[in-house]
């Protein structure tokens, strides 16, 4: 069974280009999540989607975020305008219907600013 | 707010030796994740810790939880080389998200 995938794995933009990362969660997986690990700190949540609804938004850090799930299967976050501080590994997990359950981490998009 | 402090954040030791990680964690939590991560690699679940005093061990691994303290411990014993990674625990405290420390970077050192 394949694992959660993400692409790309690497991408280097300029200061207020924009990017879109996706990510695909292990079939049949409606819990989706995006977490973020900027240099030196914790990983930190982002959201959560269930199929193609977004349960908990509460980790977005502003507007220029923009998170969807169309068909409740692979997910993207696009970045407009991406600034410095944006920098940082992208992570996508996924996990079974229900709560609780664990959740499964793609190997993450490394995402660098200039 | 459920905030976790973790520590060391960088951990060297030698075969064979044996060592600790702390998971402190501020409010009350419904389980208790440790995992591993390989650079580049994706985070791979190693214990899962639901209620106060469970203890799981994998091979050289041992994982803790202590409700009462908010305190969770991954002791590592005997270490050998392949155990070099970064280790992160990680707490759910009444939602779906995972609440990260800042990950433990371990290296042994033959």
């Known amino acids: 069974e394949a694992g959660v995938t993400q692409f790309p794995s690497h991408s280097v933009i300029e200061k207020g280009q924009t990017v879109t990362l996706r990510c695909d969660p292990i079939s049949g997986h409606d819990n989706l999540y995006w977490y973020r690990r900027v240099m030196g700190k914790e990983i930190k949540f982002l959201l959560h989607f269930v199929k193609e609804s977004k349960q908990d938004e509460s980790g977005m850090p502003n507007n220029r975020f923009l998170a969807e799930r169309t068909g409740g299967t692979y997910s993207t976050l696009k970045v407009q305008p991406a600034e410095l501080e944006d920098s940082g590994v992208y992570f996508c997990a996924s996990s079974q219907a229900g709560r609780f359950n664990e959740q499964f981490f793609g190997p993450g998009t490394r995402l660098t600013v200039l | ?110």
């Not at chain 2, 702390?22 to 985070?43: F, H, V």
């Not at chain 2, 303290?69 to 970064?86: E, F, G, K, W």
């Not at chain 2, 280790?87 to 939602?95: D, N, R």
């Open chain 2, 1 to 110: 707010e459920l905030k976790v402090e973790q520590n060391p954040l960088f951990l060297s030791m030698q075969e064979g030796k044996n060592y600790t990680i702390y998971c402190n964690y501020s409010t009350t939590s419904d389980r208790l994740y440790w995992y591993r991560q390989d650079p580049g690699k994706s985070l791979e679940s190693l214990f899962v810790l639901l209620s106060n005093g469970a203890v799981k061990q994998e091979g050289r691994l041992m994982a803790s939880l202590d409700t009462k303290a908010r305190l969770s411990t991954l002791h590592i014993t005997a270490a050998v080389h392949d155990l070099s990674a970064t280790y992160f625990c990680a707490f759910q405290g009444g939602s779906e998200k995972l609440v990260f420390g800042k990950g433990t970077k371990l290296t042994v050192n033959p």
